[in-house]
């Protein structure tokens, strides 16, 4: 079993591991001036530590609107405590990705890592 001091290290260690920085994004509506909403984005977190890693060496392709398209997916390594789920959207080194999922369940909790697609 793990001691917090324990934990703390491990945390302080791939905190190291993280040379990146990134926003997250969360959908907000908005008046659209007519009567209705449209969907914008709000900032929810700026200048979170993180490292993004390719999902797959190797992409792969996927049938999508009759169509074969390229698929490729990320990996976004996070600090322990960093709020983030899969209605939120990240901007990392210029580029804009949907989070498609973040992992959870863990016994210790050292960081938090969400699947990223591109938009």
């Known amino acids: 079993m793990l001691s917090q001091d324990d ?3 491990m945390r302080g260690q791939i905190g190291q591991l993280m040379p990146d920085v990134c926003t997250i994004l969360a959908p907000v509506d908005a008046p659209d001036g007519q009567g209705g ?7 929810v977190s700026s200048n979170v530590s993180c490292r993004i890693d390719p ?7 996927a049938l999508a609107g ?6 490729d997916f990320w ?3 996070l600090p322990h405590d960093t709020v983030i ?4 959207r990240v901007v ?4 804009l990705y949907n989070v498609e999922g973040v992992d959870g369940g863990k016994s ?3 960081s938090v890592r969400a699947t990223l697609r591109q938009v």
Do not use: M, Y
């Not at 909403?37 to 900032?43: P, V």
């Not at 789920?85 to 939120?88: D, G, I, L, W």
């Not at 990392?92 to 580029?95: I, T």
């Open 55 to 61: 999902g797959r060496r190797l992409s792969f392709e």
């Open 37 to 43: 909403h449209i969907q914008t984005w709000g900032t």
């Open 108 to 110: 210790w909790k050292a």
């Open 75 to 77: 990996i976004l390594t």
């Open 85 to 88: 789920n899969a209605t939120h």
């Open 66 to 71: 009759g169509a074969v398209q390229p698929f």
């Open 92 to 95: 990392c080194n210029g580029a």
């Open 7 to 9: 934990l703390d290290f």
